[in-house]
């Protein structure tokens, strides 16, 4: 019997997500995959609801437009998910003859991943499952780092870098930008990459994994202010206090899914407040995770090739790992994937390390910035001031 594929997308998009879904695909063509390949609309619940999407003779030529396609040509979701949903999926994949599953995402999705897979294995079905890591906060256990972050990081980079040219130009307020990032403060360390030289660079970061002292923060703004009149500082959204507490009440919240309140906002009504000096916050939001303008080049090679081996792996005989990527040591950057079981993944968190954070957690190390440079792509524009 020819079994076929079901593609699943979950959770937050990325400008390279669509980038994996072509590699997939793209591999199921080059080994003359004989069966059908569907993707689920709007990733789990449209499994749920037997909603197929069949991409088996879609034009290779007009696919390769997901490469510049932002978001996830298919949809994706973060519905909750009970037991009997695993049970009642296992049912709907023999039904359509589904042989391999491929699910596409970061945290929670490779947990749905692992937990599909452990039904499967309960009833000694022959249904291969297969992550393909994917998540712009850069948070997935065991992998060097996730599809999705590299573009996140650029994007991160050069906006903050023009932010740095404009506030040069008239150097009359302290800039507060919030990054994304729930926990970890990959996309907020990325920022410092704008300048090496420091000219167009931010100031001051601060990441979730330093607990936030108000205190502190004003103190490191009005030292500043003591040698300069314009200040850019990022933040990440998901900043907490010593105790653990969001230091901005999180507007909404349903399971892992956390709305933050305006945490630019706050820091720059704190300088104003507290210190009288001019601010304004800025938060670029989806824009950090939609710009195909500033994808990295990096960024969408490596997703296309973890869809691409997640496909080898499986119709090899794999089953219940994800696509990882590691560096080639002692070499320029070069990367080599390897298959991790995803009970080592599952909704275990990454966050920065001690290493890549400045002892005065306020900002990041060279060691970061020589791991995260080449994540990027192509060199960003250089700039030049007179002030």
């Excluded at 005989?317 to 995803?342: C, H, K, N, P, W």
Aim: with cysteine; glycine share 10%; charged share 20%.
């Amino acid at each position: 019997m020819t079994q076929n594929i079901l593609i699943i997308h979950g959770g937050g998009p990325t400008a390279v997500m669509n980038g994996s879904l072509y590699g997939l695909i793209e591999a199921t063509r080059k080994h003359q995959f004989t069966g059908k390949v569907f993707a689920a609309r709007n990733g789990t619940e449209g499994l749920l609801k037997e909603d197929f999407i069949d991409l088996t003779d879609f034009p290779l030529e007009k696919l390769s437009l997901l490469k510049q396609t932002p978001g996830t040509a298919i949809g994706t979701s973060r519905t909750p998910l009970e037991k009997d949903d695993y049970e009642q999926m296992v049912h709907i994949l023999n039904k359509h003859e589904v042989g391999y599953v491929f699910f596409n995402g970061g945290n929670g999705t490779m947990d749905t991943c692992g937990r599909l897979f452990q039904t499967i294995q309960e009833h000694s079905f022959d249904i291969k499952v297969m992550g393909i890591p994917k998540t712009m906060d850069n948070d997935l256990a065991i992998t060097d780092h996730s599809p999705g972050f590299g573009s996140a990081a650029r994007y991160m980079a050069q906006s903050v870098k023009e932010i740095c040219a404009d506030v040069k130009g008239l150097p009359i307020h302290v800039v507060v930008i919030e990054a994304l990032g729930r926990n970890a403060g990959w996309i907020t360390a990325a920022s410092q990459l704008a300048d090496p030289s420091g000219e167009f660079a931010p100031d001051l970061l601060y990441l979730p994994e330093v607990p936030f002292d108000e205190d502190k923060f004003l103190s490191d703004i009005a030292d500043l202010l003591k040698v300069k009149s314009g200040i850019v500082v990022v933040a990440s959204e998901g900043l907490v206090d010593k105790e653990g507490k969001p230091i901005v009440k999180p507007i909404f919240q349903v399971g892992r899914a956390t709305y933050f309140g305006d945490v630019s906002a706050h820091l720059a009504n704190l300088v104003i407040q507290k210190l009288g000096y001019k601010a304004r916050g800025e938060k670029p939001g989806l824009l950090g995770r939609a710009s195909i303008a500033l994808q990295s080049s990096v960024d969408l090679e490596e997703a296309v090739l973890a869809g691409a081996k997640a496909f080898e792996a499986a119709v090899a005989g794999s089953s219940g790992q994800m696509v990882a990527f590691r560096r080639i040591e002692d070499s320029d950057y070069q990367i080599e994937t390897f298959l991790v079981d995803i009970e080592e993944v599952m909704l275990y968190e990454r966050t920065m390390p001690e290493e890549f954070i400045n002892e005065n957690g306020n900002g990041v190390t060279q060691a970061f910035i020589d791991w995260c440079q080449p994540l990027i792509g192509p060199d960003l524009p250089d700039m030049i001031s007179f002030n």
